[in-house]
């Protein structure tokens, strides 16, 4: 959308007061409207660079801004009359009250992350309120501190990934208050996009592990497989942490030999994503092809349950089935792949798309 009522009361100022002038004239202009929203653009982002590198600035923004709540890393979630579940974004005044109702001290919404900005920029911020009686918190904001595992999946669009920032950037200061080199703390930004250690001035910064996602064909068939803690029935494409100093292909190459004895012939980048779980993995998504003249799976044994062959037809047979199926014995059932906010389902969906029209 490029022209939401709220873009035009950002922080363009000049550059905003123009584009809205030329507003209604520009509706049917396509270039026009991609370049306003290349400058809306532009100006978030510099905004959030400057909310990164000025401390003051941020704990003026965050005056203003809107705050996600997390109770132990658990986001507040709340539920619409027609049963849909949202990001609820309060207001940094809202959670004023709520610690002085609770009768606890200002000074902890200060412990905000920086998480990004609306589109009217005003700033976001993550806040972990793990120190305030749950129930109380969940009772005066209208919803409910659910488990990221299940959070992540019953929100829809941008809320689940801006979810997954939020508890991975809380969780990094809660597990990053002293510097591996020293022991001694290290002090963050206003932002929370560093922390430095007191002693050496070192700096660190927010960590993530990058991982390759691969969805093997034999230009017939699929390659999905599972693991022993899957739920059952699930099976997904093949992941793997990559190794120190590996490039993409490296990393994809090995897992893929390591995992179901196979060698990769070629590739193809799809696309990534950050995943929070079990900690913050940054996903590299890429098709790959094998000949199927050697094709014969043959597992490792210390990773994977079961890795399989699908056709199209079984694979499309399993992107319908939203929910886990069992049968009646509770036994696993059909086979079902990974819900839609995962990279795998796009992988999946891209080959059988692809399958579809050749
Ligand atoms: N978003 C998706 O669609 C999707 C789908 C499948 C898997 N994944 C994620 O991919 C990740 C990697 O998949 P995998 O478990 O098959 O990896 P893997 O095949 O590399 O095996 C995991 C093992 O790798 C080792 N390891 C090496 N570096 C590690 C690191 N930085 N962190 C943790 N373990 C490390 C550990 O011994 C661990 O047991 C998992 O976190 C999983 O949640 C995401
Ligand atoms: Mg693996």
């Not at 079961?306 to 047979?317: H, K, L």
């Amino acid at each position: 959308m490029y022209f939401t009522p709220s873009a035009w009361r950002g922080r363009c100022g000049k550059v905003q007061l123009l584009l809205c002038s030329r507003r209604i004239e520009a509706t049917a202009d396509l270039r026009w409207r991609r370049w306003c929203c290349t400058v809306c653009y532009v100006s978030r982002i510099r905004y959030l660079m400057r909310l990164k590198e000025d401390d003051e600035a941020c704990r003026g923004a965050l005056q203003s801004g809107s705050v996600l709540l997390y109770h132990k890393l658990a986001p507040l979630l709340r539920q619409t009359e027609r049963g849909i579940y949202q990001l609820p974004l309060l207001q940094a005044t809202d959670v004023k009250g709520i610690l002085g109702k609770l009768g606890k001290d200002e000074e902890l919404l200060n412990t905000s992350v920086l998480v990004g900005c609306s589109e009217s920029e005003v700033a976001q911020f993550s806040l972990d309120v793990g120190s305030l009686e749950k129930a109380a918190v969940e009772e005066m904001c209208g919803g409910v501190f659910i488990d990221l595992r299940k959070a992540f999946f019953l929100l829809k669009g941008p809320d689940a990934p801006l979810v997954a920032k939020g508890q991975a950037l809380i969780r990094w200061h809660q597990t990053h208050g002293y510097c591996s080199a020293t022991g001694q703390p290290t002090e963050r930004n206003q932002a929370g996009s560093q922390r430095v250690c007191l002693k050496t001035g070192a700096t660190y910064y927010p960590q993530m592990a990058p991982v390759v996602i691969v969805l093997v064909s034999d230009g017939r068939r699929c390659l999905l497989a599972r693991q022993s803690t899957f739920p059952p029935g699930m099976y997904s494409a093949l992941a793997g942490f990559c190794d120190m100093g590996e490039t993409t292909g490296e990393a994809l190459r090995r897992e893929v030999a390591e995992e179901v004895g196979l060698e990769v012939e070629s590739l193809q980048y799809s696309g990534s994503q950050h995943w929070p779980f079990p900690q913050s993995s940054f996903m590299v998504a890429c098709h790959a092809t094998v000949s199927p003249d050697n094709a014969e799976i043959n597992l490792s044994g210390a990773e994977l349950e079961d890795a399989r062959w699908f056709t199209r037809e079984e694979i499309e047979e399993s992107l319908k089935r939203k929910v886990p199926p069992r049968n009646l014995m509770g036994e696993p059932g059909e086979v079902w792949v990974p819900p839609s906010s995962a990279i795998a389902n796009k992988l999946i969906r891209e080959w059988a798309n692809q399958q579809r029209k050749s």
